[in-house]
């Protein structure tokens, strides 16, 4: 128990790179065919952005509530993807891969740690 804040933020990062993965290699042009929808539905490119943010979360929700078969797990994994995805979109533009995951990673443990580790 005393390392399941460690555990949430392996399988979040996991679940991150499933989702790239998934999304990018696989679905790729549904994803594109999807994201053009949601930008006809929604007119504006923020909540484009938005709706897409609110889905990979989903997705986050999903995977974690399984794996741990706890949804608060997932509602809270997601919530703080989701959080940290907003965030460092507006604060921090230029940002690589590796300082993306890094950043994610570093974040999410802190908060488990916060939650489960004491």
Known sequence: MELLWFYIAIVLA???????????????NFYIILGGLIQQATKTTWQTWLAHEIMEAGFHFVILSIVFLNPSIGILAALIHFVIDITHTILIRNMGELEHRALHFVVESLFFILIYGF
């Open 14 to 28: 996991i679940s991150d790179v499933l989702h790239t993965t998934i999304m990018w290699k696989i679905f790729n």
